[in-house]
């Protein structure tokens, strides 16, 4: 199927405890990890939509749509991504967490490439695991998953299970990402030593 407009959900508003402040604006390569998500973008159509915690918090990159969480739902990514495809103008949107700076452009035009008429969401697996945060999103699927948070879903994967998802296994994946350096989640700075390794191991291989 040819998608064509795609807008970007870029989720920065966790309060990221275990990084010890707030992690958009770390600087890793150069640029801040929230603007090295958006650089990984690839030419297309569509808005930035840029999800905080709440208003008044520091926008960390510029972005065409500025939206916050629900605080009357629970924390957690879930309601962030309800938050900011109710805010996208295309069909589709990629869904990114802040804090994967190792993003590949080559992994999002995956996604764009693999979506079906149907497909809720398109998400890639990485080390036995679903990526939900690095995933290309029917905007549809908002309801859907707002449907899932009342009925007391908490977790964005467990929402998804409700839906229709087509799910790209990791050999699909190393095919553009051999190192998986896109799905590096960085949680503490010393995961930034480990971004640096993959990165490093996959600029040098032939």
């Known amino acids: 199927m040819s998608v064509e407009a795609v807008d970007t959900v870029l989720l920065a508003g966790g309060l990221s405890q275990r990084f010890g402040r707030p992690k958009a604006g770390a600087v890793w390569r150069g640029s801040t990890l929230a603007a090295r998500v958006l650089a990984a ?46 805010a996208c103008n295309a069909e589709w949107a990629w869904v990114t967490a802040c804090d994967l700076p190792g993003l590949t452009p080559a992994v999002l035009t995956l996604l764009r490439a693999e979506a079906r008429p149907g497909d809720a969401a398109v998400v ?7 990526q939900p945060l690095c995933a290309l999103y029917a905007v549809s ?8 948070l009342a009925d007391g879903e908490r977790s964005l994967a467990g929402a998804l299970k409700r839906l ?22 960085v949680n503490r700075p010393e995961d930034l030593a480990l971004l640096e390794q993959k990165a ?7």
Do not use: H, K, M, Y
């Open 41 to 86: 973008r690839p030419a297309c159509p569509g808005r930035t939509v840029l999800v905080l915690r709440a208003e008044g918090d520091p926008q960390p990159v510029a972005a065409d749509v500025v939206t916050w969480d629900d605080p009357a739902d629970p924390p957690g990514p879930l309601r962030g991504v309800i938050a900011g495809l109710r």
């Open 124 to 130: 890639p697996e990485w080390d036995g695991r679903e």
């Open 200 to 206: 490093d191991r996959q600029e040098n291989d032939p």
């Open 141 to 148: 699927a908002a309801e859907g998953l707002a449907a899932a």
């Open 164 to 185: 229709s998802v087509r799910r790209l296994p990791q050999e699909r994946i190393r095919s553009v990402d051999p190192a998986g350096t896109s799905f590096v989640n």
